[in-house]
């Protein structure tokens, strides 16, 4: 299933086709598409090149692994997380080499998340982002250290049709993709002020 963003200007297709879907197939992704993915977040920008992430991956390969992280999740993420075969916890380091906060560490974390998001749509998979989770539980069953941040989870793995999925989860499945106005997002001159670059007849 696809659910393209209608947007109002042009953008590249791998951002228009990207989107969180809760029905995903629980068709094994290929070792070396996963591969990718992570490569794909691994090259992207960050402060001083710190490159603050981490990536906890479980595949069904290792159900232990994968039922660790599928434990840690919200009931209302269970529910559709179930089929998954990939799920991923990102993590973000905190600290700078020379042991100062790293005030970039989660904003670089979620670039490097987007990376992934996005070569997954590349691959034909698709991977939906989650805060629904335990942060306290993950932190302990996974040995994450202090001066890391669980971050955020993603599934990974095929599309599938939304009436695969339990019933509460069809209707959101078929919802039109909302954003908020670009003219209440972009200002100009300073916050909330209107960008000249959007006003009528600005081209
Ligand atoms: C950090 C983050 C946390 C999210 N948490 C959840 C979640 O716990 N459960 C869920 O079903 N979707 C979650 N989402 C998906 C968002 O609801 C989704 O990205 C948003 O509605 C926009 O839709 P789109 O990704 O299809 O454009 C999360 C997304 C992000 C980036």
């Known amino acids: 299933m696809r659910n393209?963003?209608?947007?109002?200007?042009p953008i590249h297709d791998l951002l228009a086709e990207r989107w969180s879907p809760r029905s995903?197939?629980?068709?094994?992704?290929?070792?070396?598409?996963?591969?990718?993915?992570?490569?794909?977040?691994?090259?992207?920008?960050s402060s001083s090149n710190m490159q603050p992430w981490r990536f906890l991956v479980a595949t069904r390969d290792h159900p232990e692994q994968w039922q660790r992280l599928f434990d840690c999740m919200v009931e209302w993420n269970q529910g559709w997380v179930r089929a998954s075969p990939v799920l991923i916890l990102s993590v973000a380091a905190l600290l700078t080499p020379e042991g100062k906060?790293?005030?970039?560490?989660?904003?670089?974390?979620?670039?490097a998340t987007?990376?992934?998001l996005l070569q997954a749509v590349?691959?034909?998979?698709?991977?939906?982002?989650?805060?629904?989770?335990?942060r306290g539980l993950a932190r302990e069953t996974l040995s994450i250290p202090e001066a890391y941040d669980p971050v955020a989870m993603i599934a990974v793995g095929y599309p599938a049709e939304a009436s695969d999925l339990p019933e509460a989860y069809r209707e959101g499945e078929a919802r039109p993709r909302e954003?908020?106005?670009?003219?209440?997002?972009?200002?100009g001159a300073g916050f909330g002020l209107p960008s000249p670059l959007l006003q009528e007849g600005a081209g």
Not at 179 to 187: C, G, I, P, S, Y
């Open 24 to 45: 995903i197939s629980a068709r094994p992704v290929e070792p070396a598409k996963l591969k990718s993915l992570l490569e794909a977040a691994r090259w992207a920008p």
């Open 179 to 187: 954003r908020r106005a670009l003219n209440e997002t972009v200002f």
């Open 4 to 9: 393209p963003a209608p947007t109002l200007y």
């Open 114 to 116: 987007q990376n992934l």
């Open 101 to 111: 906060q790293n005030h970039h560490a989660h904003h670089d974390t979620g670039l």
């Open 122 to 134: 590349a691959e034909g998979l698709v991977a939906h982002a989650m805060a629904g989770f335990n």
